[in-house]
Nanobody, 123 residues
């Protein structure tokens, strides 16, 4: 069973930067697409989490238009870790950030989630 453990969240002032990490185990990391999602305060649990960045197994990245340029996702397949570099943070970036892995192993498709790491942007 795949496991994802996020770290790197915390309190940062507006305009600051944070780097989130997500350590993976228990599945073929290099073959899986990796994603970062977030839940902002007041998130409706009936709705999907907001995708903030994704990276394919080949390393192709994708960002929603509103976040492009401030967020950078990367992966280290040797260390089975995915990163999210966030810069020029705004109070609206305050959220619980989740790491997600999606991919095939054998005949089955899997989607694993971490427990989340809190990012608070405030002065």
């Amino acid at each position: 069973q795949g496991q994802l453990v996020e770290s790197g969240g915390g309190l940062v002032e507006p305009g600051g930067s944070l780097r989130l990490s997500c350590a993976a185990s228990g599945f073929p990391f290099s073959a899986f697409a990796m994603n970062w999602y977030r839940e902002r305060p007041g998130h409706d649990p009936k709705k999907e989490r907001e995708l903030v960045a994704s990276i394919t197994s080949e390393g192709t990245t994708n960002y929603p238009g509103s976040l492009k340029g401030r967020y950078t996702i990367s992966r280290d397949n040797i260390k089975a870790t995915v990163f999210l570099q966030m810069s020029n943070l705004e109070p609206e970036d305050t959220a619980l950030y989740f790491c997600n892995a999606k991919g095939w192993s054998g005949q089955s498709f899997y989607s694993f989630w971490g427990q989340g790491t809190q990012v608070t942007v405030s002065s």
